[in-house]
């Protein structure tokens, strides 16, 4: 798996570690499981740390610790399954999170666009996309219908903006 962080290509500085594994030096990403049991010894490791959410484990079940998270890996399980949509527009809007929202599992050319729309900054990609697939998959669209995280202003707002426009135009 490779490593698309806001945009580019980058070397994965986080090792993803299982339940039962010990933990290497350096920054880790663990489940919410691990996470609940072992808190207070991972964050006196003082060292880099992210959590693992599964579909269907909210990210209300860590918001009280973002601010000793460096990443929050969101799982996308199957084509089908968004929630991790969701879970990444809540972790920027509602819970104001500033670190890392990662996409990773079931990862999609064809949602790119859109995990970028939602919030996230990093995903885990298969290997064999490239920087061009990269750029053809995130300005596939040049305009959006819903308002999202990234800013954008959407179509009936940029559409009732310019009829504003030309309005006041008429009107002189």
Known sequence: MQLIRNGKFVADDF???????ALPDGAVIVSLERWQKERDALTARNT???????SGQEPSAIADD?????VVALEFPVYRNGRAY?????????HGYTGEVR??????????HFMVRCGFDALEVADNITPEIWAESV???SLSYQPATDG???VLSLRQRLAARA???EAV
């Open 48 to 54: 880099p740390l992210g959590v693992r959410l599964k």
């Open 152 to 154: 954008r202003e959407p």
């Open 66 to 70: 973002l601010d000793k998270l460096k």
């Open 139 to 141: 300005g596939a669209f």
């Open 15 to 21: 090792a993803t570690v299982g339940d039962e594994d």
């Open 103 to 112: 996409a990773v599992g079931n990862v999609l050319r064809d949602q790119f």
């Open 167 to 169: 309005s006041a135009r």
């Open 86 to 94: 969701s879970y990444a527009r809540l972790l920027r809007e509602r």
